[in-house]
């Protein structure tokens, strides 16, 4: 597609349960990049994707959250057992390559999952 | 340590105005570096990029970059009210293909 997309574009989930949350990079983009954005913070970084390379997870903040992604497709998010300090706006970015980015390209993000936990 | 310093602000500049936002980072090997502005309640865009020491420009803004001093600058010439965001400094970091955000600068463009 012409930009990242990324779905739902909100969600509300009750305390306990499990979400998935959807990102459909630019087509042809190696490189895959998950943020959470919470209320008035900065971007922290989740877990980066590029080609078939194993995922760098560094920035998963415990071991209930996870994400996949086959080949340079599709990644989703998995959070299971959420809680409340999970509320927050997902993002998802892709670029064109994580090995070159003085090519300029910079990191295109989507419009975010708003995940309220309550 | 990988950081990205910016002021949190709020910076308020009058209309007409230049707006000048500054980030600091840590990473001497670092080699771009990115601005991107995020609208309240909108995902981060991107506006500039610059990779060489000194100004590039682009319209009403200018990116500085000075990596002696470890510092990286946007002026925002003519200040408009539409201007008024959120401005978050970026770069990976080097070794890391993972870009690093500041946690931006709030700019508001008073009419």
């Known amino acids: 597609g012409a930009g990242v997309s990324q779905s739902p574009s909100n969600k509300v989930t009750e305390k306990g349960k499990d979400v998935e949350l959807r990102c459909d990079p630019i087509?042809?983009?190696?490189?895959l990049y998950w943020y959470r954005q919470r209320l008035g913070q900065g971007l922290e970084f989740l877990i980066y994707?590029?080609?078939?390379?194993?995922?760098?997870k560094s920035g998963l903040p415990s071991d209930r959250f996870s994400a996949e992604r086959t080949g340079e497709s599709v990644s989703t998010l998995t959070i299971q057992r959420t809680q409340q300090e999970d509320s927050a706006v997902y993002l998802c970015?892709?670029?064109?390559?994580?090995?070159?980015?003085?090519?300029?390209?910079?990191?295109?993000f989507g419009s975010g999952t708003r995940l309220t936990v309550v | 340590q990988k950081e990205v310093e910016q002021n949190s602000g709020p910076l308020s500049v009058p209309e007409g105005a230049i707006a000048s936002l500054n980030c600091t980072y840590s990473?001497?090997?670092?080699?771009?570096f990115f601005w991107y502005r995020q609208y309240s309640g909108k995902s981060p865009e991107l506006i500039m990029f610059?990779?060489?020491?000194g100004d590039k420009e682009d319209g009403r803004f200018t990116a500085q970059l000075n990596k002696a001093s470890q510092y990286v600058s946007l002026l925002i010439r003519d200040s408009q009210p539409s201007d008024s965001a959120t401005y978050l400094c970026?770069?990976?970091?080097?070794?890391?293909?993972?870009?690093?955000f500041g946690r931006g600068t709030s700019l508001i463009v008073h009419p």
């Open positions: 994707f590029q080609g078939n390379s194993a995922p760098d």
């Open positions: 970026a770069y990976p970091s080097g070794g890391s293909y993972i870009p690093t």
């Open positions: 970015a892709s670029s064109s390559t994580g090995i070159e980015p003085i090519s300029g390209y910079g990191y295109t």
């Open positions: 610059i990779y060489s020491n």
């Open positions: 990473d001497r090997g670092s080699q771009s």
């Open positions: 087509s042809g983009h190696t490189a």
